[in-house]
């Protein structure tokens, strides 16, 4: 079974505060992803990463910054949360090559 | 610019009532196309790839077809379970990195 985490699963948090969403995977996927995704619009990438120590932002504007030091691990920090914010974010992995992603459950993020 | 639309934005079916989703693309030079199943509050479920026109998969009430231009997914019979978001999403050559997603069909399946 593909396995992909996510944590945590929600979050609530005040203005201003710093935050991290977490993801790892577990299938050796090079290619890691960020969307967001507000309830019952489209997803929109924020940022992608091809291996390790490689970065680049997505299609989608964002106040976010990620990090990929590990293979497995594709962390995303908001070093200062705004309502703005408010939204659900997906991380997805895939391998080289035409495959499709493999989404994790998601981390609802709600702030205050 | 490589683009995906799918039709219709939203679809109410009853029960058994068999019907088609469609995911219309331009891209340059297609790879790939895949279709994910969405349900509320969670990551979308990878479903189907399909790499070139005539291709056709299968499993259990959905079946999805490719053509050149265009993309279906049929579903016979379905049942309420089957109510979700389904995305449609093309990888091509142009961006080989990049999935580019559609904004989804929305399947309603009353009992």
């Known amino acids: 079974e593909a396995d992909i985490y996510q944590t945590p699963r929600y979050l609530v948090i005040g203005t201003g505060k710093k935050i991290t969403l977490e993801c790892s995977q577990t299938m050796g996927h090079d290619k890691m992803y960020w969307y967001q995704q507000d309830p019952g619009m489209e997803l929109h990438l924020i940022h992608y990463?091809?291996?390790?120590?490689?970065?680049e932002k997505g299609d989608l504007s964002s106040e976010s910054t990620v990090s990929r030091i590990r293979t497995e691990h594709f962390p995303l920090t908001l070093e200062s949360a705004r309502p703005s914010h408010t939204s659900q974010y997906l991380c997805?992995?895939?391998?080289?090559?035409?495959?499709?992603?493999?989404f994790g459950s998601g981390t609802r993020l709600t702030v205050v | 610019e490589d683009q995906v639309t799918q039709s219709p934005e939203a679809l109410r079916l009853q029960e058994g009532e068999s019907s088609s989703l469609n995911c219309s693309y331009t891209?340059?030079?297609?790879?790939?196309l895949f279709w994910y199943r969405q349900d509320p509050g969670k990551g979308p479920e990878f479903l189907f790839t399909?790499?070139?026109a005539g291709e056709e998969k299968e499993k259990e009430r959905l079946k999805a077809t490719l053509t050149k231009k265009e993309s279906f997914l049929h579903i016979t019979a379905p049942k309420p379970e089957d109510s979700a978001t389904y995305l449609c999403?093309?990888?091509?050559?142009?961006?080989?990195?990049?999935?580019?997603f559609g904004s989804g069909t929305r399947l309603s399946i009353r009992p």
């Open positions: 399909l790499y070139s």
């Open positions: 990463s091809y291996g390790v120590n490689s970065t």
């Open positions: 997805a992995s895939s391998q080289q090559g035409p495959y499709g992603y493999t």
């Open positions: 999403a093309v990888q091509a050559g142009s961006s080989a990195s990049k999935i580019i």
């Open positions: 891209v340059s030079g297609l790879r790939g």
